[in-house]
């Protein structure tokens, strides 16, 4: 079963108990198989395959980080590990890879992040998805086209029902919804989103102004030519035909220059702090969509000219082509702000409750 990453509802007879993400567009489900089947799962295969070699140290809590899992399933895998005789249990070592006729060989605790483990994908990120990850991003995307329009109030019932899932998986999502900024409590501890204001919007360019140039011009050695040439060529393909962009070709041309760019950042709290500041995206999205498609003329000018500099190398004028297409967008932004905010609310999430 494949859930699209656009798709707004999730509603299965038995959720899944873990995610597998071998691509960052897609989500494929496995169902059936709690965390602690999967976890013992890999173990297992990477400790017969000799990627987790005897004497290796597994402790639970390093284990978990490794796969990005709570402990509980990790500690429970581990144990089957064990009674298999896979792994040992060592009071003072936590569990250590071999059977008892193993104990004198000699024990290391090594990084397990450095360790070339057998993972689905061949992927060194995270191995699975929680479940409030399955939905954070959907929920997210609900939130943010509607605090336009006004201020709600998020229904934690409304939420559980319509997503289908536990009281602890909601408060997570509003928890890592919380630390992004997107939501906060009122002095009655209502969830509340909104209201989305020009200041709000200054304060976001704030950042960008600082963070997406300097971003830009770490990975200007780490660019393909040939994807900025593809980049390049869209712009200019865009520019020539003098039709209003589709909302996908506009898309497109967003994310080349403001993700796909900046795609070979090392630094990912670098890069959510980037993603993070980038509301503009969803004002020109629903200004697009519900007033009117607007000449996109002055942003494909401003991008060309970004992609110009990052094609021969140069960092400084790429990020200073950043810069400057930043400022121009953040005005057609504020201006498309005040237009949407004549117009009604198009239509909310049915966990959302509008209070202005």
Known sequence: MTIGAACCYVCVEHWPDIVLRPQLD???VTIRKAYYQIVRELLASNIK????????????????????????????????????????QDAALGYVVGNDADADTGTVRPNLHLLDLHLPGNSSEALVVPRWELILGTVERDLLHAIPFGIYQISETGLCDHFNVSRTVTREVLARLHERGVISKDRASHWIAGPLSARMLDHLHDIRQIVE?????????????????????????????????SEGEL???????????????????MMQVVRNSQLSFVVNQLFATHVVRHDETA????????????????????????????DADHLRTRERLKVLAI??????????VRLV
């Open 49 to 88: 395959a000799g990627t987790l070699p005897r004497g290796t140290r597994l402790f639970v809590a390093a284990v978990a980080d490794r796969l990005a899992v709570s402990r509980s399933p990790v500690k429970r895998a581990l144990e089957l590990l064990a009674q298999e005789g896979l792994v040992r």
């Open 213 to 245: 140039p300097a971003a830009l011009g770490q990975v200007v050695g780490m660019l393909v030519p040939d994807a900025v040439k593809a980049m390049r060529a869209r712009a200019d393909r865009a520019l020539e035909s003098g039709q209003t962009l």
């Open 26 to 28: 897609r989500l494929t």
């Open 343 to 352: 117009f009604g609310d198009p239509g909310q999430a049915p966990y959302l």
């Open 299 to 326: 942003m494909l000018l401003e991008h060309r000219l970004v992609l110009d500099h990052l094609a021969i190398g140069d960092g400084a004028g790429a990020a200073a082509a950043m810069r400057h297409h930043l």
């Open 251 to 269: 898309a497109r041309i967003e994310a080349d220059l403001h993700e796909t760019c900046l795609a070979p950042l090392r630094n990912p709290r």
